[in-house]
């Protein structure tokens, strides 16, 4: 049985008790996020309330580089694991049970692995002595080692490897969804398999494909650990750049970069959900 929100309470139960149960999870919300995010925001705004770290923060051409690598790394570390994402779902949503219950472990496996533990295995395979230079250098494909750790590249591989699961899951939901009957009546009608590919499959994964872009993309947008140990001096982020205020005790300022990134956080969910319902693919009850 799912409940929604604004479904009514089940027979025999009434209101104001279904409403007391929501009471603890309301009381964890306020102190531990809201009344935080409220205390950040509060002191974005300066001792004097002037708004004085917002003219800093925006008014840096550091922060706005910054600022801009962030998005285009989000965008690109997006479009990647989409690219990645959809065909292994496609194959897991296609497998036999048996077979599909295994690609699924191997996709969740290495999600229950903590990102420093995985950031600091890619640092073993792409480093200079690495397993991956080992490799190029004994097939002659190279003479000396290439460098591949603390590059930009580097930042992308951690990263796909870290977000492909969120990719994965409400692609492979959306594909589940998909009627048999459509995808047997297209092939009835003589489209081949990539015609039903193209104008069957993908156009209803697509909800899928926009909620699972909107995860990486959002979590692309705060990432910390993989850029900060694998990235090169160049790849600095957002969430680098507070941090790095913070330990300079400039707190105002960094609390106004924080305050910028979940705006333009609140801004980019905004705009996916006018696109698609993400409360549906996401698993919720919404028609």
Not at 7 to 16: D, F, I, T
Not at 141 to 169: C, D, Q, S
Not at 277 to 284: F, K, S
């Amino acid at each position: 049985m799912t409940l929604r929100a604004d479904a009514p309470a089940p027979a025999g139960v009434p209101a104001r008790s279904c409403g007391l149960l929501l009471l603890p999870l309301a009381a964890f919300i306020l102190v531990f996020y809201l009344v935080p995010v409220a205390l950040m925001l509060g002191r974005s705004a300066g001792p004097a309330l002037d708004f004085a770290p917002y003219a800093t923060a925006l008014g840096s051409a550091v922060a706005a580089k910054v600022f801009l690598y962030t998005v285009q790394v989000a965008a690109v570390t997006t479009l990647l694991t989409l690219i990645i994402a959809f065909p292994l779902a496609y194959v897991i949503a296609t497998s036999p049970p048996r077979v599909a219950a295994i690609l699924m472990a191997i996709v969740l496996v290495p999600f229950w692995t903590s990102i420093l533990i995985r950031s600091y295995a890619w640092m073993v395979l792409l480093g200079r002595s690495g397993i991956l230079n080992e490799l190029l250098l004994w097939s002659g494909l190279v003479e000396t080692p290439v460098r591949m750790l603390n590059t930009r590249f580097a930042v992308y591989v951690g990263m796909v490897h870290v977000l492909l699961p969120f990719m994965i899951l409400p692609v492979l939901g959306a594909l589940r969804g998909i009627d048999g009957r459509l995808v047997a009546a297209a092939e009835n009608l003589g489209a081949g398999p990539w015609a039903v590919l193209r104008h069957v499959i993908v156009p209803l994964a697509l909800p899928g494909a926009v909620a699972g872009s909107v995860l990486v993309f959002v979590l692309s947008l705060g990432f910390y650990i993989t850029p900060a140990l694998i990235g090169g001096p160049s790849d600095m982020t957002i969430s680098m750049l507070i941090t790095q205020e913070v330990e300079l005790y400039r707190w105002d300022v960094a609390a106004a970069y924080a305050a910028v990134l979940l705006v333009m956080t609140l801004a980019i969910l905004a705009f996916a959900s006018r696109v698609v319902r993400l409360d549906r693919v996401l698993g919720g009850g919404g028609k």
